[in-house]
DNA sequence: GATGCGTGGTT
DNA sequence: TAACCAAGCAT
């Protein structure tokens, strides 16, 4: 791997275009805010960070399948749709039984959702499941069987949002473009911002930090977003930062000011036990598990109060995940 | 912009 | 051991 590169790049150049700056100005907005300026941030030199952070990157990167030289675009977009939300250890076996099962996306879209749903298992949030079916339905019909190499493309399919389309873009397509999921965002804030941890929501500063650090080069620029990523996943993590094996830890403004604590509201509490999430959960366990519809009385054992019960699968049912036959019985959508 | 949406491992 | 955390998206 070559660590030749490209020229400093501190300013948003011409090609930028491609890059979402949504948060900027509408043309008419007359704004409090002097049109011109975004508050100044004082940027790393450039041209050394991405040498340091893309050796580090030679040295360390897991060997993940779906970013082996093989991998195709649709192994990529599975395993994006795969990590929302779930850890990389959870996914692997899943992922790997998916590209084997249906290669391609007209194969899964050749489906019936509910064996998507089926063969989501236990990853979390199944309405990615009903999501990437649909998603790959729409390419088999709509793209000729490809998955879309353009971000606006990619957007308008189900379940992807401005990360998985900057991830599919830059990781399947070695296309340059920012990639700002959770990992990148906590890297930038630690590195350039100096605070522990970003802000809950992306913001228009950190999309233009994002861009003014994008290597200009498209093949550099698509290894730095891999980069900062593993980074973030491996080294400048949100609990106990190895700081002591980071490349960046001598340039690093939250390093620097002495690592001060976040400053603000908690993170958000998310408590499980109890919620409709959980009952859902369990309704959902017990149909993947059949293969034949269920009683109601079948499903009443899942969860013994029964108005949540009840509003746990109907909202199921309003969500795609559940159908309800006429004799009362229930199934994964067919 | 705040919420809701699963599941399981880590601290 | 509760709380936190994990490559977000849609509404």
């Known amino acids: 791997m070559s660590t030749h590169l490209p020229p400093t790049q501190l300013s948003a150049p011409s090609s930028a275009a ?3 700056d949504t948060a900027s100005a509408a043309p008419g907005d007359i704004s409090r805010r002097a049109p011109s300026a975004p508050a100044p941030v004082t940027l790393p030199a450039t041209g ?10 030679d040295e360390h990167a897991r060997d993940l399948p779906w970013r082996r030289p093989d991998a195709g675009a649709w192994s990529v977009m599975v395993s994006e749709f795969m990590l929302q939300q779930t850890p990389v250890n959870r996914v692997l076996p899943v992922h790997a039984e998916w590209l084997e ?3 391609r996306p007209a194969d899964l879209a050749k489906e019936s959702p509910g064996e998507a749903v089926r063969a989501w298992g236990r990853l979390g949030y199944p309405r990615r499941a009903l999501r990437l079916h649909a998603a790959a339905t729409a390419i088999a019909q709509q793209h000729g069987g490809e998955v879309p190499r353009e ?20 990781f399947a397509y ?20 100096g605070v522990e941890y970003p802000p809950n929501a992306t913001t228009a500063a950190e999309r233009r930090v994002a861009l003014a650090l994008l ?5 550099t620029a698509a290894r730095w977003a891999a980069a900062t990523m593993e980074l973030g996943a491996l080294v400048c993590t949100a609990r106990s930062p190895q700081c002591g094996s980071c490349p960046l830890a001598a340039r690093c403004a939250w390093r620097l000011a002495g690592s001060p604590a976040h400053q603000g509201p908690p993170r958000r509490g998310q408590t499980y ?4 999430r959980q009952v859902r959960g369990r309704l959902l366990a017990i149909l993947r598990a059949s293969h034949t519809p269920v009683a109601r009385a079948v499903l009443d ?14 909202g199921l049912i309003t969500d795609g995940l559940v159908e309800q036959l006429p004799d009362d019985s229930f199934r994964l959508p067919a």
Do not use: M
């Open 174 to 193: 070695g296309r340059r473009h920012i990639v700002l999921d959770t990992n990148v965002r906590r890297v930038f804030a630690r590195l350039v911002t």
């Open 151 to 170: 971000h606006t493309e990619l957007l308008a399919l189900p379940g992807i949002g401005e990360y998985t389309a900057a991830a599919v873009v830059s």
């Open 301 to 314: 054992t899942a969860w013994a109060e029964d108005e949540q019960r009840s509003r746990a699968l109907d």
């Open 48 to 57: 050394a960070l991405h040498g340091a952070v893309i050796d580090w990157f």
């Open 215 to 219: 290597p200009g080069d498209e093949d």
């Open 18 to 20: 491609t890059v979402a």
């Open 101 to 103: 099962r249906w290669p």
């Open 273 to 276: 036990a109890g919620t409709d």
